[in-house]
């Protein structure tokens, strides 16, 4: 049984910071990128950051750029989101994925694993 398992949620408000964490136990994805993607209530799934297994090739969703920051300890098998500078519209529940590949993209159906969401909300 694999399972990524996010942490870091809350509230915060506008401005603020946050940092999401995920963890995956029962397999490595030290060999594959991973990433986190947001789901605002009514609205579609959205991607927010990628990266590689290196740590050298990190893609951001347009949204996010400036704010957040990716990254990953592949001793721990963890990856990291640290979010500045929240905005209300930042609101949404974040999910972390994984794929076995190291291919970054920001498909979601490229994913082949995925968290159960922590929830990020940001008051004005």
């Known amino acids: 049984q694999v399972d990524l398992i996010e942490s870091g949620g809350g509230l915060v408000q506008a401005g603020g910071s946050l940092r999401l964490s995920c963890a995956a136990s029962g397999r490595t994805y030290s060999s594959g990128t991973m990433g986190w993607f947001r789901q605002a209530p009514g609205k579609e799934r959205e991607f927010v950051s990628a990266?590689?297994?290196?740590?050298?090739?990190?893609y951001y969703g347009d949204s996010v750029k400036g704010r957040f920051t990716i990254s990953r300890d592949n001793a721990k098998n963890t990856v990291y989101l640290q979010m500045n500078s929240l905005k209300p519209e930042d609101t949404a529940l974040y999910f972390c994925a994984a794929k076995l590949t190291a291919l970054v993209t920001m498909r979601e159906y490229d994913y082949d694993k995925w968290g159960q969401g922590t929830q990020v909300t940001v008051s004005s």
């Open positions: 990266i590689s297994p290196s740590g050298l090739n990190i």
